[in-house]
């Protein structure tokens, strides 16, 4: 086909997709393309545009590392994270729902006991975190594998900091007991700014965007014979609650943070100054037999 224009491009684009042989890859890229073509007409995209785009694209792969993923953080917030979890992710009621994953988890987190203080020494009041992890019909789950994250009182996670280099705070793995019970020591999350030092940061500067998270604790639980869960408990309260820089905040998961003065803490300790105290239960989904 010849003498192309802005409206043929589009049929002479999915015309050369008919020997694809992956059925799924070519629905897929026929829609990506026609969107992108539909796109680009709607806005009558110029040159100059099309050319900042590329430099846009370019810079946010050039910013990426083995510890930082630009690409996953511009998904994240153009709301395309928070998108794909929500259609994938659709739970029976009842259960606890999903939220995005986000790119401070990592996979050798230390394995702790019931009662651990997580925050090995991580900046931040006091949390003391009482979870427990049961199936829709309420009934304990025992053994689920629970993983836990979060910043500390500066908004930062532990590798975001290069002075800790491979030390690991504020995060651990629990193993629920017979009671399907997590309890653990922490620190209360603070509201953080996602990094604003590459090219999404200037994304959002031009929209007129601010970077915020509302402060929240991270969780990934596992147990055999249900789905897996990867979600967040926020903190009630927070200013960023309903704009939330990746779109992850849903009403079922603002947890209720209770702030004590002083006195004795769930494990027993004496407590001279605040802290907080945390009861979450956690509702998995039976995995598709
Ligand atoms: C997080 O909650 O850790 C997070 C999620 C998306 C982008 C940046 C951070
Ligand atoms: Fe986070």
Redesign the pocket.
């Known amino acids: 086909m010849r003498n192309i224009d802005q409206n043929t491009i589009t049929p002479a684009f999915l015309a050369r997709l008919t020997n694809c042989g992956n059925p799924r890859l070519q629905q897929i890229m026929t829609s990506l393309a026609t969107h992108l073509h539909t796109f680009a007409r709607e806005v009558a995209l110029t040159e100059d545009e099309w050319m900042q785009g590329i430099e846009f694209l370019t810079a946010t792969g050039q910013m990426c590392d083995a510890k930082r993923q630009e690409f ?2 511009l998904s ?2 153009l709301g395309l ?1 928070m998108l794909v979890v929500a259609q994938n992710n659709a739970k029976p009621a009842g259960a606890t729902e999903a939220t ?5 988890h990592v996979t050798d987190a230390p394995l702790v006991e019931q009662g651990a203080d997580l925050s090995g020494g991580a900046p931040g009041t006091p949390l003391f975190v009482d979870a427990r992890v049961v199936s829709a019909d309420g009934s304990p789950i025992a053994d689920a594998e629970v993983d836990v994250w979060q ?1 500390d009182d500066d908004g930062l ?1 532990d590798v975001q900091r290069p002075e800790l280099g491979d030390t690991r705070r504020a995060r651990g793995v629990l193993r629920s007991d017979a009671q399907g019970r997590v309890c653990f020591r922490s620190i209360a999350p603070t509201a953080y700014p ?2 604003t030092d590459g090219p999404v940061g200037r994304m959002l500067l031009a929209t007129g965007r601010h970077p915020w ?1 509302p402060a ?1 604790v ?1 969780f990934l639980i596992k147990a055999a014979g249900f789905e897996t869960l990867t979600t ?1 408990i926020f903190r009630e309260g927070d200013e960023y609650l309903d704009s939330d ?2 779109f ?1 905040v849903r009403s079922s998961l603002i947890g209720d943070f209770v702030r004590h003065e002083r006195g004795i803490a769930p494990d027993g300790t004496s407590m001279s100054g605040p802290f907080f105290t945390l009861a979450q239960t956690f509702v998995l989904a039976r995995a598709p037999d």
């Not at 995005?100 to 401070?104: D, K, L, M, N």
């Open positions: 996953i953080l994240d917030t994270s995005v994953f986000g790119p401070f910043a996670y996602v990094p998270r929240h991270h967040h820089v990746v992850g």
